[in-house]
């Protein structure tokens, strides 16, 4: 054979991937790599290629294996244990999360690519065969044991068998519940909701929900927009499940009403957190606490930078889906709101 399959980099392992993280990191950086402040890569975990960066607060998980020609792993992404991720072109935004035990590889080419954008998530046990390039946009998300193919072929073409080489795309937010398989060629709209267990062969259009095997759309313009009070009931409802959430974890909550909203303390073993939500923008409250957020359902770019500048750690706004700084307790507020599939788009 001229061409020789590629295996698991046994060696690569053995010499650095069992090194600590802070070793690890001073070996790749002296190989060319750029790693930012902040990155982890556990024991075991290898990162294999010719041009690589590691953006700020990057994590692999444990006997992980990236390897490409090109890779570019953008700010405080998530990879899990035991995954790998092996394909010539790598791409991967701010805050997207890979889980355990997910597989991203096959043949490749000089087309091979697979190219994630900000706040995706792929869970565990998925496959993807990124021979051709396969482009996933920003907010979507890939269920467990899902399955996406560039290529398909086995019995002979000669023969009149059909074979298929061809990418998928998917747009932004884009939601693929457990066990759903793409075919090549695959393009999928932005706002698409597909049906657990589906079996996509053709296109699905923009703002729509479809399932079947194989899939057909079962509604379009899919979702409904709620109402400005139903989304302020929303919030109601969200609050109440995270005030329940944190006392399950051991915290006391003092929580206080305010015009439009609340300020609420959080405290546990002596240390204390403080939340303030507000309905709208207009008030500018300051914080009595050092670890803080700021939630102001429907605060702009301009004042969310505004309420940085008077001691808030992070400042949060759903309704506009952005976030800027950085705090514990507002870190745990964001990533409560992912649970609803609120996401937030970093302004720093």
Not at 31 to 46: F, H, P, R, T
Not at 182 to 209: F, K, Q
Not at 227 to 236: A, D, F, I
Not at 332 to 338: D, L, N, P
Request: proline share 5%; glycine share 10%.
């Amino acid at each position: 054979m001229l061409v020789k399959k590629e295996r698991i980099p046994v060696v690569h392992i053995l010499l650095i991937g069992l090194l600590p993280s802070f070793l690890k990191k001073i070996v790749y950086r002296l190989k060319g790599y750029k790693i930012a402040k902040g990155v982890s890569i556990s024991i075991g975990a290898v990162v294999i290629g010719k041009h690589v960066e590691l953006g700020e607060g990057v994590k692999i998980g444990f006997f992980t294996i990236i390897r490409g020609s090109a890779i570019t792993i953008n700010r405080f992404v998530k990879i899990g244990s035991m995954s790998v991720i092996d394909t010539e072109k790598i791409f991967i935004d701010d805050d997207a999360r890979i889980n355990e035990q997910v597989y991203i590889g096959g043949m490749k080419t000089p087309q091979s690519e697979i190219r994630l954008g900000k706040r995706t998530i792929i869970m565990q046990m998925s496959y993807l065969n990124p021979t051709l390039p396969i482009i996933i946009g920003d907010d979507s998300g890939i269920g467990g044991h899902c399955l996406m193919f560039t290529h398909g072929s086995w019995n002979d073409h000669l023969e009149g068998f059909p074979v298929k080489f061809a990418p998928i795309t998917l747009g932004k937010k884009v939601w693929l519940p457990w066990r759903v398989f793409i075919m090549p060629g695959v393009e999928i709209g932005d706002n698409v909701v597909i049906g657990a267990e589906s079996l996509i062969t053709s296109n699905i259009p923009a703002n729509s929900l479809a399932a079947g095997n194989p899939a057909k759309v079962l509604k379009e313009n899919y979702p409904a927009k709620p109402s400005e009070t139903k989304k302020q009931e929303m919030m109601v409802n969200v609050f109440k499940d995270f005030f329940e959430f944190i006392g399950y974890n051991g915290y006391t909550v003092n929580k206080k009403e305010t015009s439009n909203g609340f300020t609420a303390v959080l405290t546990k073993n002596g240390t204390s957190s403080e939340i303030n939500y507000s309905e709208n923008a207009s008030e500018n409250p300051t914080p009595s606490h050092s670890d803080n957020v700021l939630i102001s359902f429907d605060a702009g770019r301009e004042e969310m930078k505004s309420s940085m500048q008077r001691n808030w750690k992070m400042v949060l706004s759903p309704g506009n889906r952005l976030r800027i700084g950085q705090s514990s307790v507002g870190d745990e507020m964001a990533a409560f709101f992912s649970r609803y599939g609120t996401r937030f788009d970093r302004l720093d």
